[in-house]
């Protein structure tokens, strides 16, 4: 009974001193200056919590700070803009993708029959590395004089010179079929060859049963088909996606990122990460050298430029809607809210990130997955005793967690200036608004990225308004930091431990 | 003409050393475990048994040595690979997850859809509290119901072998009672290594026993020649054994 009470008496401080603070700031500033600055707080709070979430659960259940988060938010926004700008990049690059993914997942179809193939001990291990020297010399002839850079200059080009509502569709030529289609084939040996090689031929030790060899195959079928198709239609795939309407291309732009994120996100736990959950202090470092190298690459590909996505249609048109409905119909660019005008791209950043959280809290309370991600938090080695594969979890989770972040960095594209920086600060403001939530947990993460958005807007206003530095509103972060974890120090919604 | 049925040994554990870190912590331990029956590891706090069950099921992997269940080789496998064969585990201190309710901690174990639908009436006789408070997080449940919920859990799927470590560790005794009572029912059912440091509880339900000392395998045989072999049990059980009336008097200084 008694903690019962005790956490009865704390839930109602708390609502006390939150109803409080929320008056106290609506009386001080007045009814319009108030929903102006919390809305601008939300659309802050929702781009935080798009970063905070996926850290969040990534440490939640693996312990892994995810430095690269930041740098995996930015990719997020640059593959959207790409598809909705111009897609040529992206299909040019795809049958190469799919090329090599297709020949490595053959993996779980050969590997229980590789596995007990007679081999003398010095071959199990000599055979392997050939396989992958060999993978490697075939992956860098299937790119030697592949110009990638001109692939990449396309949405450079458009984005100097793209109107609303008038896309450039003109076709960008790329190489011939008959000069391209070594290079694919070239990539699925390799893929067969990786495939190989780490399905261990002749280890007695390994596992794999030889069920389900069918089902194991589907992925690889698939691929191989998206490869012929994306190979058949790199130059007119790009046109037809222009052609759309803003509005389809832009969520079409969001899926892309999001599975962008998802595949990204799965191949940086396979390869980088999953060999160091026995050295964390290597994760760390690991992670921290990824987000440079991701921000290289994507200055190597597209200059150390700014760059403006266009708004879609929906967001584009000038004049204030009166409601939201005539907004939907007019696609306005501001709409007004209890008297007060507001971008409308905005409002979307706001539904977007509450969808999120509606979305990660189904998954974490109603689905198995969720079940055993809670579980796992607390004790993964009993999750696998269950006869649950763990490390495909943890796969699946970082993933997903990578996801998180690439569809915040879309979603902030057509708002925020794209450019290889734009996702650093908010990598930082990820990792404090996990730490004011509570390490691991999303309701935390959730809470307290809407504190911080809220303490930087009102951080603003306040500066603006008594003439203090504009310091104020960054050092709110700070301050709002310090006094969670002096009242709490594992966070507001942070288990003891 | 009688013929002599030939014991089968659904797990052999044939002699195996397993290291955690750079601590070589099992260095040589042998276990059989006879198909429908109860065996029982004993020994003193440290001496490996944990560490054993931990090693059958992959956990801590064994450098050296076989484990072999059901006729087939299984060390060096992943956990889940060879708890999905059908052995089920619970673990010691009462390791329920805690954010789950009890109710998702019994879903959970689920290894094919349907597994709770099926074994949901049989759990729930033999543990009738865990029906009414299945709602409840773990984190509410008094240790007794946490150590029902933790043998529940290995209940849900088929198992064909269950690995039980110390279920009645902290126990009030007419807990333990109702323990007994409910590891005896399960042993008409699946094979079972226990864990125990109660030897008048072990003693009541194994067959079997295996003495652990130190990190190897050091005695075994039937439980009947060691309960009447002082000798033997004040060598390597001595201070681990605990009466039943040293039990009560631990309890009734806890309370
Ligand atoms: N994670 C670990 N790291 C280091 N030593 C361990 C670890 N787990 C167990 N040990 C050691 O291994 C020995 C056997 O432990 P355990 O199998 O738990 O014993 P038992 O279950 O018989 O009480 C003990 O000496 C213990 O200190
Ligand atoms: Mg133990």
Redesign the interface.
């Known amino acids: 009974m008694k903690p019962k009470r005790k956490k009865l008496i704390t839930t109602l401080l708390v609502a006390v001193a939150v109803i409080a603070v929320i008056a106290g700031l609506y009386l001080y500033a007045g009814k319009e200056p108030f929903i102006r600055t919390t809305l601008s707080g939300l659309t802050l709070g929702s781009l935080f919590f798009m970063v905070a979430a996926g850290l969040s659960l990534i440490f939640g259940l693996m312990d892994v700070l995810n430095f690269a988060h930041g740098a995996l938010f930015m990719l997020g926004a640059y593959m959207g803009w790409q598809l909705y700008t111009n897609p040529t990049f992206i299909f040019g690059m795809l049958p190469t993708v799919t090329a090599f993914t297709c020949g490595v997942l053959v993996s779980p179809v050969i590997k229980p029959f590789l596995i007990r193939w007679e081999l003398p001990e010095q071959w199990q291990k000599t055979l392997p590395k050939i396989a992958y020297v060999l993978a490697i010399v075939l992956l860098i002839l299937a790119f030697l004089n592949f110009n990638i850079m001109e692939l990449a200059s396309t949405a450079m080009v458009a984005a100097t010179t793209t109107m609303v509502g008038n896309p450039l569709a003109e076709i960008t030529p790329q190489e011939p079929l008959a000069q391209f289609w070594y290079r694919p084939v070239l990539l699925i040996i390799s893929g067969l060859l990786v495939a190989f090689a780490s399905s261990k031929p002749g280890v007695k030790?390994e596992?794999a049963p030889k069920e389900d060899l069918l089902k194991k195959a589907v992925p690889s079928i698939l691929l191989f088909a998206l490869t012929i198709i994306a190979t058949l239609f790199r130059e007119s795939a790009p046109i037809a996606i222009l052609l759309m309407n803003g509005n389809l291309r832009f969520l079409i732009a969001i899926f892309v990122a999001v599975a962008f994120g998802f595949m990204f996100g799965a191949l940086i736990e396979i390869t980088l990460i999953r060999p160091l959950y026995v050295r964390p202090f290597f994760i760390v470092l690991m992670t921290l050298g990824l987000s440079f190298v991701i921000r290289e690459l994507v200055q190597l590909l597209w200059d150390p430029l700014a760059y403006q996505m266009v708004r879609p249609p929906l967001f584009a048109q000038s004049g204030k809607a009166a409601s939201l409905l005539e907004w939907l119909q007019n696609g306005n660019a501001t709409i007004n809210i209890s008297g007060v005008t507001f971008p409308t791209y905005r409002l979307f950043v706001i539904l977007l990130g509450f969808l999120m959280f509606v979305i990660v809290t189904i998954i974490m309370t109603k689905s198995?997955l969720g079940?055993?991600i809670?579980?796992g938090?607390?004790?993964p080695?009993?999750?696998?005793?269950?006869?649950?594969?763990?490390?495909r979890v943890f796969t699946f989770v970082f993933a997903f967690g990578v996801a998180l972040a690439t569809l915040g960095g879309i979603g902030a594209g057509p708002f925020l200036p794209i450019q290889p920086l734009m996702g650093d600060q908010f990598q930082m403001l990820g990792f404090i608004t996990v730490v004011i939530g509570g390490m691991g947990s999303y309701v935390g993460a959730f809470v307290g990225a809407i504190i911080l958005g809220m303490g930087r807007a009102f951080g603003d206003y306040f500066a603006l308004k008594l003439s203090l530095s504009p310091a104020v509103s960054e050092a709110s972060t700070v301050i709002i930091m310090v006094i969670v974890l002096l009242i709490k120090p594992q966070g507001l919604f942070g288990k003891k431990e | 003409m009688k013929e002599k049925i030939p014991r089968e040994d659904i797990l052999i554990v044939d002699n195996i050393h397993t290291f955690i870190g750079q601590f070589h912590i099992l260095e040589g331990v042998s276990v059989r475990v006879p198909k429908g029956s109860i065996t029982v590891l004993l020994g003193r706090n440290g001496a490996g048994k944990t560490t054993t069950l931990k090693s059958i099921?992959g956990?801590t992997p064994p450098q050296e040595g076989k484990v072999i269940f059901e006729g087939a080789e299984i060390?060096?496998?992943?956990?889940?690979?060879v708890?999905?064969l059908g052995i089920g585990?619970v673990?010691e201190h009462r390791?329920i997850?805690?954010?789950?309710s009890v109710l998702?901690n019994l879903?959970?174990?689920e290894?094919k859809k349907g597994d709770f639908e099926r074994s949901a009436d049989f759990i729930f006789e033999l543990f009738p509290d865990l029906k009414r408070l299945s709602k409840l997080p773990g984190n509410h449940l008094s240790g007794g119901q946490q150590q029902m919920l933790a043998v529940a859990?290995a209940l849900v799927?088929e198992n064909k072998l269950l690995l039980i470590d110390e279920p009645s560790e902290g126990l009030a005794p007419i807990l333990i009672q109702q323990m007994m009572e409910a590891i005896r029912v399960l042993s008409e059912k699946t094979t079972i290594l226990l864990v125990e440091q109660n030897f008048i509880m072990a003693s009541q339900l194994a067959q079997q026993f295996v003495i652990i000392d130190d990190g190897q395998s050091v005695r075994d045989g039937s439980m009947t020649d060691l309960v009447n072999d002082t000798g033997m049990i004040h060598q390597y059980l001595g201070a681990s054994i605990k009466t039943r009336k040293e039990l009560e008097m631990e309890h009734e200084a806890q309370a």
């Open positions: 030790t596992f198995r079940m055993i809670r579980a938090v607390q004790d080695q009993m999750v696998e005793a269950l006869g649950i594969n763990v490390k | 099921l956990l060390q060096g496998k992943r956990a889940f690979n708890a999905n585990y673990p390791a997850f805690r954010a789950l998702e879903k959970l174990a290894r859990r799927p």
